[in-house]
């Protein structure tokens, strides 16, 4: 099983500043990762295809970058709609997911 | 537009059994594989399984294999998830999803059902 581990657990920003995600693959995933955000209360959705391509209506705000083992995802400017947890996703090999992300305000 | 919609949150006792689904449309449902995924409370996701509907071929997570039972109806575009004998540990919530056609990444999912075991 590829184990994925994100770092930080909790990341605390203000308004306005930026985020910065990371994602790590126990083995090499080439470039399928994907990025997923979800808020209290709701199903996941989809941010990040591809390591780097964005979904349909994604914010340009959001990006991402990485291959191999390591991922990155970073939120230029945060909104009050960006705080919410964020889970990086391997689909190279069956699916596993990170533990998520949680991104605070600050 | 597609949609995943499932069932209805469920309180159920140890030992009993389930059945929850997952209706998907806007799109061909039998062209789509459709995942199964949990979440624990206050926990993470882990993917369960993946059935196409087109032909039920179903794979299983290690991890699940021989908990739960996917299936699908194609004649009404419905993909379920059932188990036989729950236990406290299945309290959840369980997410249908929808594999994007070329790839492998989930781009649609439904809005959850709460699975609740207590007795």
């Known amino acids: 099983e590829v184990v994925m581990t994100q770092s930080p657990a909790t990341l605390s920003v203000s308004p306005g500043e930026r985020a910065t995600l990371f994602c790590r693959a126990s083995q090499s995933v080439s470039s399928n990762l994907a990025w997923y955000q979800q808020k209290p209360g709701q199903a996941p959705r989809l941010l990040i295809y591809?390591?780097?391509t964005r979904a349909t209506g994604i914010p340009a705000r959001f990006s991402a970058s990485g291959s191999g083992t390591e991922f990155t995802l970073t939120i230029s400017s945060l909104q009050s709609e960006d705080f919410a947890v964020y889970y990086c996703q391997q689909y190279n090999n069956w699916w596993t997911f990170g533990q998520g992300t949680k991104v605070e305000i600050k | 537009e597609v949609q995943l919609v499932q069932s209805g949150a469920e309180v159920k006792k140890p030992g009993e059994s389930l059945k929850i689904s997952c209706e998907g449309s806007g799109y061909r449902f039998t062209s789509y594989w459709i995942a199964w995924v949990r979440q624990m409370p206050d926990k993470g996701l882990e993917w369960m399984g993946i059935i196409y509907p087109g032909d039920s071929d179903t794979r299983y997570s290690p991890s699940f294999q021989g908990q739960v039972t996917m299936s699908a109806d194609k004649s009404i575009s419905t993909a379920y998830l059932q188990w036989s004998s729950l236990k406290a540990s299945d309290t959840a919530m369980y997410y249908c999803?929808?594999?994007?056609?070329?790839?492998?990444?989930?781009?649609?999912w439904g809005q959850g059902t709460l699975v609740t075991v207590s007795s």
């Open positions: 591809g390591a780097s």
């Open positions: 999803v929808r594999r994007e056609y070329d790839d492998y990444y989930f781009d649609y």
